[in-house]
Protein backbone atom coordinates (compact mmCIF):
# COMPACT_ATOMS: atom_id res chain seq x y z
CA UNK A 1 0.00 0.00 0.00
CA UNK A 2 1.15 3.55 -0.23
CA UNK A 3 2.89 5.30 2.66
CA UNK A 4 1.09 7.36 4.95
CA UNK A 5 2.20 11.09 4.23
CA UNK A 6 -0.65 12.73 5.09
CA UNK A 7 0.37 13.70 8.56
CA UNK A 8 1.39 16.11 11.08
CA UNK A 9 4.96 14.41 12.38
CA UNK A 10 6.37 15.37 15.93
CA UNK A 11 9.49 13.49 17.24
CA UNK A 12 6.93 11.09 19.59
CA UNK A 13 3.26 11.64 17.98
CA UNK A 14 1.34 11.40 14.50
CA UNK A 15 -1.37 13.07 14.05
CA UNK A 16 -4.22 13.49 11.45
CA UNK A 17 -7.56 13.77 10.08
CA UNK A 18 -9.07 10.18 8.82
CA UNK A 19 -10.56 12.55 5.95
CA UNK A 20 -7.23 12.15 4.16
CA UNK A 21 -5.95 9.07 4.44
CA UNK A 22 -7.56 5.75 4.96
CA UNK A 23 -7.18 4.29 8.80
CA UNK A 24 -6.37 0.98 6.86
CA UNK A 25 -2.64 2.65 5.70
CA UNK A 26 -2.16 3.45 9.25
CA UNK A 27 -2.61 0.84 11.15
CA UNK A 28 -1.04 -1.73 8.47
CA UNK A 29 2.10 0.69 8.81
CA UNK A 30 2.20 0.24 11.94
CA UNK A 31 1.78 -3.74 12.03
CA UNK A 32 4.29 -3.95 9.60
CA UNK A 33 7.33 -1.76 11.00
CA UNK A 34 6.39 -3.41 13.92
CA UNK A 35 5.97 -0.66 16.55
CA UNK A 36 4.29 -0.31 19.63
CA UNK A 37 2.34 2.43 21.12
CA UNK A 38 -1.44 4.08 21.52
CA UNK A 39 -3.37 5.16 18.64
CA UNK A 40 -6.68 7.06 19.22
CA UNK A 41 -9.66 7.93 17.38
CA UNK A 42 -11.80 11.00 18.48
CA UNK A 43 -15.08 11.15 16.79
CA UNK A 44 -17.89 13.35 18.19
CA UNK A 45 -16.65 13.31 21.74
CA UNK A 46 -15.71 9.71 21.61
CA UNK A 47 -12.03 8.55 22.10
CA UNK A 48 -11.48 5.14 21.34
CA UNK A 49 -7.70 3.54 21.19
CA UNK A 50 -6.07 0.29 20.16
CA UNK A 51 -3.19 -0.48 22.03
CA UNK A 52 -0.32 -1.93 19.63
CA UNK A 53 2.57 -4.25 21.05
CA UNK A 54 5.77 -4.78 17.79
CA UNK A 55 2.40 -4.34 15.48
CA UNK A 56 -0.08 -6.54 17.02
CA UNK A 57 -2.99 -5.26 18.90
CA UNK A 58 -3.05 -6.34 22.54
CA UNK A 59 -5.66 -3.98 24.12
CA UNK A 60 -8.67 -1.85 22.83
CA UNK A 61 -11.01 0.47 24.79
CA UNK A 62 -13.52 3.19 24.81
CA UNK A 63 -15.19 6.22 26.12
CA UNK A 64 -18.75 5.43 24.53
CA UNK A 65 -20.75 3.84 27.45
CA UNK A 66 -22.09 1.47 24.49
CA UNK A 67 -18.67 -0.12 23.75
CA UNK A 68 -18.09 -0.90 27.32
CA UNK A 69 -17.53 -4.39 28.33
CA UNK A 70 -20.88 -5.00 30.25
CA UNK A 71 -22.88 -3.14 27.51
CA UNK A 72 -21.51 -5.92 25.11
CA UNK A 73 -22.18 -8.80 27.55
CA UNK A 74 -25.64 -7.55 27.84
CA UNK A 75 -26.13 -7.48 23.63
CA UNK A 76 -24.13 -10.78 23.62
CA UNK A 77 -27.15 -11.72 26.06
CA UNK A 78 -24.65 -13.25 28.41
CA UNK A 79 -25.59 -11.46 31.13
CA UNK A 80 -28.57 -9.41 32.32
CA UNK A 81 -29.04 -5.98 33.41
CA UNK A 82 -29.95 -7.05 37.14
CA UNK A 83 -26.37 -9.31 36.91
CA UNK A 84 -24.39 -5.80 35.77
CA UNK A 85 -25.78 -4.26 38.66
CA UNK A 86 -25.15 -6.90 41.13
CA UNK A 87 -21.44 -6.92 39.56
CA UNK A 88 -20.74 -2.88 39.76
CA UNK A 89 -22.05 -2.92 43.70
CA UNK A 90 -19.54 -5.91 44.07
CA UNK A 91 -16.40 -4.04 42.74
CA UNK A 92 -15.62 -2.15 46.05
CA UNK A 93 -14.00 0.16 43.80
CA UNK A 94 -10.84 -2.24 42.74
CA UNK A 95 -11.90 -4.62 40.51
CA UNK A 96 -12.69 -4.59 36.82
CA UNK A 97 -16.24 -5.98 36.16
CA UNK A 98 -15.16 -8.47 34.32
CA UNK A 99 -13.48 -9.95 37.43
CA UNK A 100 -16.30 -9.07 39.80
CA UNK A 101 -18.74 -11.18 37.09
CA UNK A 102 -16.50 -14.06 37.62
CA UNK A 103 -15.75 -14.44 40.85
CA UNK A 104 -19.54 -14.16 41.41
CA UNK A 105 -20.44 -16.62 39.16
CA UNK A 106 -22.32 -14.89 36.80
CA UNK A 107 -19.90 -16.02 33.59
CA UNK A 108 -17.00 -18.33 33.04
CA UNK A 109 -12.92 -17.17 33.02
CA UNK A 110 -13.50 -18.62 29.38
CA UNK A 111 -16.55 -16.68 28.28
CA UNK A 112 -14.75 -13.23 29.68
CA UNK A 113 -11.65 -13.79 27.63
CA UNK A 114 -13.83 -14.29 24.28
CA UNK A 115 -16.09 -11.49 25.35
CA UNK A 116 -13.32 -9.30 25.43
CA UNK A 117 -11.86 -9.71 22.34
CA UNK A 118 -15.10 -9.86 20.80
CA UNK A 119 -15.68 -6.21 22.82
CA UNK A 120 -11.94 -4.84 21.19
CA UNK A 121 -13.34 -5.76 18.03
CA UNK A 122 -16.28 -4.02 17.96
CA UNK A 123 -14.30 -1.04 19.03
CA UNK A 124 -11.42 -0.72 16.94
CA UNK A 125 -14.04 -1.53 13.36
CA UNK A 126 -15.92 1.33 14.97
CA UNK A 127 -12.86 3.28 14.03
CA UNK A 128 -13.25 2.59 10.43
CA UNK A 129 -17.04 3.90 10.04
CA UNK A 130 -16.21 7.28 10.96
CA UNK A 131 -14.22 9.76 10.07
CA UNK A 132 -12.11 12.00 12.64
CA UNK A 133 -9.31 13.03 14.28
CA UNK A 134 -6.45 10.05 14.77
CA UNK A 135 -2.93 10.53 17.03
CA UNK A 136 0.02 7.54 17.22
CA UNK A 137 2.10 8.02 20.30
CA UNK A 138 5.05 5.67 19.28
CA UNK A 139 6.09 4.13 23.26
CA UNK A 140 6.56 1.13 24.74
CA UNK A 141 3.14 -0.27 25.74
CA UNK A 142 1.80 -0.32 28.93
CA UNK A 143 -0.61 -2.83 28.96
CA UNK A 144 0.49 -5.62 31.77
CA UNK A 145 0.96 -8.93 29.89
CA UNK A 146 -1.58 -10.58 32.52
CA UNK A 147 -4.22 -7.78 31.08
CA UNK A 148 -3.37 -8.12 27.30
CA UNK A 149 -5.49 -10.14 24.68
CA UNK A 150 -4.87 -10.75 20.95
CA UNK A 151 -7.28 -9.11 18.48
CA UNK A 152 -5.78 -10.13 14.99
CA UNK A 153 -5.04 -7.10 12.73
CA UNK A 154 -5.32 -9.05 9.45
CA UNK A 155 -9.08 -9.91 10.48
CA UNK A 156 -9.58 -6.75 11.66
CA UNK A 157 -8.60 -5.08 8.25
CA UNK A 158 -10.97 -7.48 6.38
CA UNK A 159 -13.68 -6.59 8.38
CA UNK A 160 -12.97 -3.05 9.40
CA UNK A 161 -12.19 -1.88 5.66
CA UNK A 162 -15.95 -3.25 4.45
CA UNK A 163 -17.07 -0.11 7.25
CA UNK A 164 -14.88 2.85 5.74
CA UNK A 165 -17.07 5.27 4.12
CA UNK A 166 -14.62 7.04 1.75
CA UNK A 167 -14.08 4.56 -0.94
CA UNK A 168 -11.78 7.21 -2.76
CA UNK A 169 -9.46 6.81 -0.05
CA UNK A 170 -9.40 2.83 -0.77
CA UNK A 171 -9.33 3.15 -4.84
CA UNK A 172 -6.10 5.73 -4.14
CA UNK A 173 -4.50 2.95 -1.92
CA UNK A 174 -5.15 0.32 -4.47
CA UNK A 175 -1.84 -0.99 -6.42
CA UNK A 176 -1.99 -0.09 -9.98
CA UNK A 177 -4.10 -2.02 -12.47
CA UNK A 178 -1.16 -4.26 -14.05
CA UNK A 179 0.20 -5.08 -10.42
CA UNK A 180 0.49 -8.88 -9.92
CA UNK A 181 -2.38 -10.38 -7.28
CA UNK A 182 -2.79 -14.24 -6.02
CA UNK A 183 -4.36 -15.79 -3.09
CA UNK A 184 -1.86 -16.05 -0.68
CA UNK A 185 0.15 -19.90 0.05
CA UNK A 186 0.89 -18.51 3.40
CA UNK A 187 -2.51 -17.27 5.35
CA UNK A 188 -1.46 -15.30 8.53
CA UNK A 189 -4.23 -15.90 10.24
CA UNK A 190 -6.98 -18.92 10.11
CA UNK A 191 -10.60 -17.94 9.20
CA UNK A 192 -12.23 -19.99 11.79
CA UNK A 193 -15.39 -17.69 12.48
CA UNK A 194 -14.96 -15.20 9.73
CA UNK A 195 -18.19 -14.80 7.78
CA UNK A 196 -16.84 -13.48 4.50
CA UNK A 197 -19.07 -11.61 1.78
CA UNK A 198 -20.04 -13.32 -1.34
CA UNK A 199 -17.75 -10.91 -3.59
CA UNK A 200 -14.62 -11.35 -1.56
CA UNK A 201 -15.32 -15.38 -1.99
CA UNK A 202 -15.79 -14.73 -5.94
CA UNK A 203 -12.52 -12.46 -5.64
CA UNK A 204 -10.49 -15.27 -3.65
CA UNK A 205 -11.65 -17.66 -6.65
CA UNK A 206 -10.55 -15.54 -9.14
CA UNK A 207 -7.11 -14.68 -7.51
CA UNK A 208 -6.22 -18.45 -7.18
CA UNK A 209 -4.19 -18.08 -10.33
CA UNK A 210 -1.90 -15.26 -10.71
CA UNK A 211 -3.24 -12.46 -12.28
CA UNK A 212 -3.19 -8.11 -12.99
CA UNK A 213 -5.64 -6.48 -10.48
CA UNK A 214 -7.45 -5.07 -13.50
CA UNK A 215 -7.98 -8.60 -14.90
CA UNK A 216 -9.24 -9.57 -11.63
CA UNK A 217 -12.03 -6.77 -11.02
CA UNK A 218 -12.85 -7.64 -14.77
CA UNK A 219 -13.43 -11.12 -14.22
CA UNK A 220 -15.47 -10.65 -11.15
CA UNK A 221 -17.84 -8.30 -13.19
CA UNK A 222 -19.65 -7.12 -9.95
CA UNK A 223 -19.73 -3.29 -9.34
CA UNK A 224 -16.66 -1.52 -9.67
CA UNK A 225 -16.29 0.04 -5.98
CA UNK A 226 -17.84 -3.60 -4.92
CA UNK A 227 -15.15 -4.98 -6.21
CA UNK A 228 -12.12 -2.85 -5.49
CA UNK A 229 -12.89 -2.79 -1.73
CA UNK A 230 -13.62 -6.62 -1.64
CA UNK A 231 -9.59 -7.05 -3.28
CA UNK A 232 -8.26 -4.00 -0.87
CA UNK A 233 -9.51 -5.34 1.55
CA UNK A 234 -8.01 -9.02 0.94
CA UNK A 235 -4.91 -7.28 0.18
CA UNK A 236 -4.60 -5.79 3.56
CA UNK A 237 -5.67 -8.73 5.47
CA UNK A 238 -3.35 -11.11 3.83
CA UNK A 239 -5.39 -13.21 1.83
CA UNK A 240 -4.29 -12.05 -1.39
CA UNK A 241 -0.49 -11.48 -1.72
CA UNK A 242 0.92 -8.51 -4.40
CA UNK A 243 3.49 -10.28 -6.43
CA UNK A 244 6.83 -8.81 -7.47
CA UNK A 245 8.09 -8.86 -11.69
CA UNK A 246 10.82 -11.77 -9.77
CA UNK A 247 8.18 -13.78 -8.54
CA UNK A 248 9.04 -12.83 -4.76
CA UNK A 249 5.89 -11.99 -1.86
CA UNK A 250 6.26 -10.36 1.14
CA UNK A 251 5.07 -12.39 4.06
CA UNK A 252 3.10 -11.18 6.82
CA UNK A 253 3.95 -12.16 10.40
CA UNK A 254 1.67 -15.25 11.62
CA UNK A 255 -0.88 -14.17 13.99
CA UNK A 256 -3.98 -15.83 16.02
CA UNK A 257 -6.37 -14.72 18.34
CA UNK A 258 -6.69 -15.25 21.80
CA UNK A 259 -8.87 -14.52 24.91
CA UNK A 260 -7.61 -12.78 28.29
CA UNK A 261 -4.83 -14.20 30.12
CA UNK A 262 -5.69 -12.92 33.40
CA UNK A 263 -8.97 -14.66 33.52
CA UNK A 264 -7.11 -18.02 32.53
CA UNK A 265 -7.48 -20.88 35.35
CA UNK A 266 -3.59 -21.04 34.91
CA UNK A 267 -3.34 -17.44 36.62
CA UNK A 268 -5.51 -18.03 39.50
CA UNK A 269 -3.66 -18.54 42.42
CA UNK A 270 -4.38 -22.28 42.72
CA UNK A 271 -0.84 -23.30 42.48
CA UNK A 272 -0.14 -26.27 44.83
CA UNK A 273 1.44 -25.59 48.18
CA UNK A 274 5.72 -25.00 48.26
CA UNK A 275 7.27 -27.66 49.43
CA UNK A 276 10.11 -25.81 50.94
CA UNK A 277 11.46 -22.01 51.02
CA UNK A 278 12.67 -21.37 47.67
CA UNK A 279 9.80 -22.36 46.23
CA UNK A 280 7.64 -19.83 48.35
CA UNK A 281 10.52 -17.55 47.47
CA UNK A 282 9.84 -17.83 43.73
CA UNK A 283 6.16 -18.39 44.25
CA UNK A 284 5.69 -15.13 46.20
CA UNK A 285 8.53 -13.03 44.04
CA UNK A 286 6.19 -13.69 40.74
CA UNK A 287 2.87 -12.78 42.25
CA UNK A 288 3.47 -10.28 44.17
CA UNK A 289 4.87 -8.03 40.81
CA UNK A 290 1.04 -7.88 39.76
CA UNK A 291 -1.00 -7.85 42.87
CA UNK A 292 -2.63 -5.08 44.38
CA UNK A 293 -1.90 -3.26 47.78
CA UNK A 294 -4.73 -4.87 49.46
CA UNK A 295 -3.96 -8.23 47.84
CA UNK A 296 0.04 -8.01 48.87
CA UNK A 297 -1.37 -7.41 52.32
CA UNK A 298 -3.91 -9.63 53.03
CA UNK A 299 -6.43 -7.11 53.54
CA UNK A 300 -10.66 -6.65 52.64
CA UNK A 301 -11.10 -3.16 50.80
CA UNK A 302 -11.43 0.21 53.02
CA UNK A 303 -9.59 -1.43 55.88
CA UNK A 304 -8.57 0.92 58.84
CA UNK A 305 -5.32 2.49 59.36
CA UNK A 306 -4.16 -0.01 62.24
CA UNK A 307 -5.08 -3.37 60.21
CA UNK A 308 -2.52 -2.13 57.62
CA UNK A 309 0.24 -1.49 60.23
CA UNK A 310 -0.60 -4.76 61.89
CA UNK A 311 -1.27 -6.43 58.10
CA UNK A 312 2.68 -5.28 57.19
CA UNK A 313 4.35 -6.07 60.42
CA UNK A 314 3.15 -9.80 60.41
CA UNK A 315 4.17 -10.04 56.58
CA UNK A 316 7.35 -8.42 57.30
CA UNK A 317 7.89 -10.68 60.32
CA UNK A 318 7.21 -13.77 58.14
CA UNK A 319 9.64 -13.14 55.29
CA UNK A 320 12.25 -12.37 57.87
CA UNK A 321 11.67 -15.79 59.21
CA UNK A 322 11.95 -17.28 55.69
CA UNK A 323 15.26 -15.00 55.03
CA UNK A 324 16.83 -16.42 57.77
CA UNK A 325 16.13 -20.29 56.62
CA UNK A 326 18.02 -19.30 53.63
CA UNK A 327 21.74 -19.32 53.12
CA UNK A 328 23.17 -15.60 53.15
CA UNK A 329 24.93 -16.05 49.85
CA UNK A 330 21.75 -17.55 47.78
CA UNK A 331 20.79 -15.28 45.49
CA UNK A 332 16.93 -15.76 46.89
CA UNK A 333 17.85 -13.46 49.52
CA UNK A 334 17.73 -10.93 46.94
CA UNK A 335 14.06 -12.01 46.11
CA UNK A 336 13.40 -11.53 49.66
CA UNK A 337 14.32 -8.04 50.14
CA UNK A 338 12.44 -7.75 46.66
CA UNK A 339 9.09 -8.91 48.13
CA UNK A 340 9.37 -6.70 51.16
CA UNK A 341 9.92 -3.40 49.64
CA UNK A 342 6.98 -4.26 48.20
CA UNK A 343 5.06 -4.72 51.32
CA UNK A 344 6.15 -1.38 52.20
CA UNK A 345 5.24 0.28 48.89
CA UNK A 346 2.08 -1.15 49.44
CA UNK A 347 1.50 0.53 52.90
CA UNK A 348 2.37 3.64 52.25
CA UNK A 349 -0.31 3.51 48.83
CA UNK A 350 -2.63 2.33 51.50
CA UNK A 351 -2.18 4.55 53.94
CA UNK A 352 -1.97 7.37 51.48
CA UNK A 353 1.80 8.45 52.73
CA UNK A 354 4.83 9.18 50.52
CA UNK A 355 7.70 6.44 50.86
CA UNK A 356 10.89 7.60 52.28
CA UNK A 357 13.73 7.00 50.17
CA UNK A 358 14.38 2.80 50.66
CA UNK A 359 18.06 1.21 51.47
CA UNK A 360 19.29 -0.69 48.38
CA UNK A 361 18.68 -4.29 48.33
CA UNK A 362 21.36 -6.56 49.75
CA UNK A 363 23.28 -7.77 47.40
CA UNK A 364 24.79 -11.49 48.26
CA UNK A 365 26.12 -12.88 45.08
CA UNK A 366 23.37 -10.62 43.17
CA UNK A 367 24.40 -11.04 39.77
CA UNK A 368 25.11 -7.78 38.18
CA UNK A 369 24.99 -8.33 34.37
CA UNK A 370 26.13 -5.77 32.17
CA UNK A 371 27.84 -7.72 29.22
CA UNK A 372 28.09 -10.96 27.03
CA UNK A 373 30.33 -12.57 29.58
CA UNK A 374 28.48 -12.05 32.24
CA UNK A 375 25.28 -13.30 30.44
CA UNK A 376 27.72 -16.45 29.28
CA UNK A 377 28.38 -16.76 32.92
CA UNK A 378 24.71 -17.07 33.96
CA UNK A 379 23.83 -19.64 31.37
CA UNK A 380 26.58 -21.69 32.56
CA UNK A 381 25.26 -21.35 36.26
CA UNK A 382 21.56 -22.54 34.91
CA UNK A 383 23.56 -25.58 33.12
CA UNK A 384 24.86 -26.46 36.40
CA UNK A 385 21.81 -26.04 38.14
CA UNK A 386 20.17 -28.06 35.97
CA UNK A 387 22.58 -30.60 35.57
CA UNK A 388 22.60 -31.06 39.28
CA UNK A 389 18.72 -31.09 39.52
CA UNK A 390 18.71 -27.97 41.49
CA UNK A 391 15.36 -26.71 39.62
CA UNK A 392 14.80 -23.58 41.94
CA UNK A 393 18.28 -22.93 42.26
CA UNK A 394 18.22 -23.17 38.05
CA UNK A 395 14.59 -20.83 38.17
CA UNK A 396 16.38 -18.34 40.24
CA UNK A 397 18.99 -17.85 37.74
CA UNK A 398 16.96 -17.84 34.82
CA UNK A 399 14.86 -14.59 36.53
CA UNK A 400 18.28 -12.90 36.93
CA UNK A 401 19.10 -13.83 32.94
CA UNK A 402 15.48 -12.44 31.84
CA UNK A 403 16.06 -9.15 34.31
CA UNK A 404 19.25 -8.03 33.03
CA UNK A 405 17.95 -9.55 29.01
CA UNK A 406 14.58 -8.26 29.17
CA UNK A 407 14.20 -8.33 25.79
CA UNK A 408 15.64 -11.56 24.70
CA UNK A 409 13.10 -14.43 23.36
CA UNK A 410 15.33 -16.97 24.17
CA UNK A 411 15.71 -16.26 27.56
CA UNK A 412 12.00 -15.72 28.62
CA UNK A 413 11.76 -19.62 26.72
CA UNK A 414 13.98 -20.72 28.97
CA UNK A 415 12.36 -19.54 32.03
CA UNK A 416 8.89 -20.56 30.79
CA UNK A 417 10.01 -24.29 29.84
CA UNK A 418 11.63 -24.45 33.26
CA UNK A 419 8.64 -23.31 34.90
CA UNK A 420 6.26 -25.65 33.11
CA UNK A 421 8.16 -28.38 34.02
CA UNK A 422 8.25 -27.65 37.74
CA UNK A 423 5.33 -28.91 39.91
CA UNK A 424 4.35 -26.06 42.07
CA UNK A 425 5.39 -23.29 39.53
CA UNK A 426 4.02 -24.85 36.99
CA UNK A 427 1.21 -22.35 36.67
CA UNK A 428 3.51 -19.36 36.93
CA UNK A 429 4.67 -20.32 33.48
CA UNK A 430 1.87 -19.19 31.08
CA UNK A 431 2.99 -15.72 30.97
CA UNK A 432 6.39 -15.95 30.45
CA UNK A 433 5.61 -18.20 27.85
CA UNK A 434 3.16 -14.99 26.84
CA UNK A 435 6.68 -12.99 27.12
CA UNK A 436 8.95 -14.72 24.66
CA UNK A 437 6.04 -15.02 22.21
CA UNK A 438 5.69 -11.08 22.63
CA UNK A 439 9.49 -10.79 21.52
CA UNK A 440 9.41 -13.16 19.03
CA UNK A 441 5.90 -14.22 17.63
CA UNK A 442 7.14 -16.18 14.84
CA UNK A 443 8.94 -18.94 16.97
CA UNK A 444 6.82 -22.20 15.61
CA UNK A 445 8.83 -23.69 19.19
CA UNK A 446 7.31 -21.20 21.46
CA UNK A 447 3.80 -21.95 20.23
CA UNK A 448 4.33 -25.62 20.02
CA UNK A 449 5.34 -25.73 23.53
CA UNK A 450 3.03 -23.30 24.49
CA UNK A 451 -0.02 -25.82 23.28
CA UNK A 452 1.40 -28.30 24.68
CA UNK A 453 1.26 -26.55 28.24
CA UNK A 454 -2.13 -25.84 27.32
CA UNK A 455 -2.39 -29.42 26.44
CA UNK A 456 -1.53 -30.44 30.08
CA UNK A 457 -4.42 -28.99 31.70
CA UNK A 458 -6.80 -29.92 29.21
CA UNK A 459 -7.58 -26.56 27.43
CA UNK A 460 -7.40 -28.02 24.18
CA UNK A 461 -9.93 -25.07 21.96
CA UNK A 462 -6.10 -22.78 23.37
CA UNK A 463 -4.05 -25.77 22.62
CA UNK A 464 -5.34 -25.68 18.89
CA UNK A 465 -4.82 -21.71 18.66
CA UNK A 466 -0.79 -22.46 18.83
CA UNK A 467 -0.55 -25.32 17.32
CA UNK A 468 -2.13 -23.59 14.25
CA UNK A 469 0.07 -21.28 14.68
CA UNK A 470 2.41 -23.18 14.98
CA UNK A 471 1.99 -24.98 11.41
CA UNK A 472 1.34 -21.56 10.03
CA UNK A 473 4.75 -20.09 11.03
CA UNK A 474 6.44 -23.74 9.94
CA UNK A 475 4.52 -26.04 8.12
CA UNK A 476 6.88 -28.56 8.65
CA UNK A 477 7.04 -29.03 12.02
CA UNK A 478 5.87 -32.35 12.41
CA UNK A 479 5.77 -32.54 16.59
CA UNK A 480 3.00 -29.86 15.93
CA UNK A 481 1.16 -31.42 13.07
CA UNK A 482 1.60 -34.45 14.57
CA UNK A 483 -0.14 -33.03 17.99
CA UNK A 484 -2.64 -31.32 16.39
CA UNK A 485 -3.96 -33.91 14.29
CA UNK A 486 -4.74 -35.81 17.50
CA UNK A 487 -7.13 -32.64 18.61
CA UNK A 488 -8.10 -31.51 15.81
CA UNK A 489 -9.32 -33.39 12.34
CA UNK A 490 -11.41 -31.69 9.17
CA UNK A 491 -14.01 -29.98 11.05
CA UNK A 492 -15.35 -28.74 7.72
CA UNK A 493 -14.86 -25.03 8.59
CA UNK A 494 -14.65 -22.51 5.28
CA UNK A 495 -10.62 -23.01 6.02
CA UNK A 496 -10.39 -26.54 6.29
CA UNK A 497 -12.74 -26.14 2.78
CA UNK A 498 -10.51 -23.75 1.13
CA UNK A 499 -7.24 -25.31 1.89
CA UNK A 500 -6.72 -26.64 -1.56
CA UNK A 501 -6.49 -22.65 -2.44
CA UNK A 502 -3.66 -22.45 0.07
CA UNK A 503 -1.22 -24.58 -1.24
Given at each position: ???????????????????????????????????????????????????????????????????????????????????????????????????????????????????????????????????????????????????????????????????????????????????????????AFSFDGVEFETIELDVMAASRSQRQLGEIVDHV??GLEETERAIYGLLCSGILERVSRDGSVRRLRVE?????????????????????????????????????????????????????????????????????????????????????????????????????????????????????????????????????????????????????????????????????????????????????????????????????????FDMSSRAVTEFEAALAISPQHSETRSALAKLKG??????????????
Amino acid sequence: MNPVVRTAVTSTAEIGSLAGVAISEILGRVNLKELSGAFEVSTDGIVRTIHFDRGFIVFAASTSPNERLGQCLLEAGRITEEGIEIALNAMQGRQRIGQAMVEMGLITKEMLGSELVRQARTVATAMYAQEGFFRFEEKPCRIPMDLRISVSIYRLQLEGIRKIPNHALLREALPVRTELIRVTKTPAFSFDGVEFETIELDVMAASRSQRQLGEIVDHVARGLEETERAIYGLLCSGILERVSRDGSVRRLRVEEETGNFLVSPLSADNTEAPENVPQAVLLAFESSERASPEELLELAPNAAEVEIRRAFVTKIAEWDTKRAQLDPNDPLVTKVDEIKQRFETAKYKLLDESAPSLPPLSEPQKVAVSDKSDESRLLGDIHAKQMTGDSEGAITFLYELVRVAPNKAKHELMLAKALAEHRVLKKKAERHFRRALSLDSQDAEAHYLLGRYYQSFDMSSRAVTEFEAALAISPQHSETRSALAKLKGGDGSLQERLKGWFS
